[in-house]
């Protein structure tokens, strides 16, 4: 079993002059569900080597048991240091991909042929995307084999209005993606701020926020044990 965990390299937050990245929650807790199912994970970012972490996230209202075990985990922090650069990746050397979220792949991953090629060649082949908290706005240039909208007519979820507002980015990052997912056509749904919330729509499973994560994580080894799928 071989996993590809996506990340964000920008890390920038719009023009506010503070850093972005990825969150590391949205790491943490599907990379421990991975590695204690016995995954190979391998870990991408479009730039490789070290991605940006948002430091909101690792500040100690946001941190969990997982994040201290990320933190203090060494095998973890040097895979993270030496991501591979995702224009190397191959979508044939694994059995499914994960996008964490953050801030940061809004302005990136969102636009970036290697990213949008891939998605659409892991469920060409059949095989399960997931994306959470930010990360299913990635999905806002990936297509069908007919050229539509991925997510047009699937049930989605992603970071929600309300979120975005409470932390305070509504005017500063560059969509908001509770309203792409639905300009696109996606059957968006969402949970209470917050609260952990999970769809699958065929091979696609996203996640609301960063609760979700580990959720999500766990819906892809369900998959990925189901010898009818």
Not at 12 to 21: H, P
Not at 115 to 143: M, T, W
Not at 158 to 166: R, S, V
Request: aromatic letters at 8%.
């Amino acid at each position: 079993m071989k996993i590809l965990m996506v990340l964000t390299s920008h890390d920038e937050l719009g023009n506010t002059g503070r850093k972005t990245g990825f969150w590391l929650e949205e790491l943490a807790a599907p990379y421990y569900a991975f590695k204690d199912a016995g995954a190979d994970i391998v870990l991408a970012s479009p730039k490789g080597g070290q991605p940006p972490l948002d430091p909101k996230s690792n500040e100690p209202a946001n941190q969990t048991e997982l994040t201290r075990r990320f933190e203090a985990d060494q095998q973890a922090t040097a895979q993270l240091a030496s991501t591979v650069r995702l224009d190397s990746v191959l979508q044939a050397d694994f059995d499914t991909v994960f996008y964490p979220g953050g801030h940061g792949p809004l302005w990136d991953l969102a636009e970036d042929p290697h990213s949008i090629a891939l998605i659409e060649s892991f469920l060409a082949a059949g095989k399960a995307v997931a994306l959470v908290c930010h990360a299913p706005g990635v999905l806002r240039h990936v297509k069908t084999p007919a050229g539509k909208p991925l997510v047009e007519g699937k049930k989605v979820t992603g970071f929600t209005n309300t979120e975005e507002e409470a932390v305070g980015l509504t005017n500063v990052v560059p969509f908001l993606v509770e309203d792409e997912l639905k300009a696109l056509g996606g059957v968006y749904s969402k949970l209470g701020d917050w609260a952990p919330y999970v769809i699958t729509d065929g091979l696609l499973v996203t996640g609301q926020n960063p609760a979700s994560s580990g959720p999500a994580a766990e819906v892809l080894l369900k998959w990925l044990a189901n010898p009818a799928r």
